[in-house]
């Protein structure tokens, strides 16, 4: 649990009240409801401003724990020889989980 803990990170509160407030400025508003989701995020902290704007932080110790995944995943992709195969056709690969299909502005998998 430490691990998952350490790799998830914290938000300081005056960070996040801090960026509710930019986006009150930005939208010319004198005040916002936050609403912190309860999410099992480890790439962002997700929140709901105004019931009208999904923001998500991202922090230096978010963009890590990214770019360690990504760097597994292309390690994952390279070895089984998936990767190779998505270069030289120029299109994605067939496989079930890479197929995606776009539906009322949300991205769905097959």
Known sequence: MAIREFLRGT??????????????????????????LDADNW??????????????????QNSTVHALFTAGRNLGAFTSGTEASSITSGRPSSSPSTNLRRRSGCVLSD
């Open 43 to 60: 790439l962002s902290t997700p929140m709901v401003v105004d019931d009208e704007w999904f923001v998500k932080i991202v922090t230096p």
């Open 11 to 36: 938000v300081d509160w005056s960070r996040l009240e801090a960026v509710a407030l930019a986006v009150a400025e930005r939208n010319d508003r004198d005040s916002v409801r936050v609403e912190f």
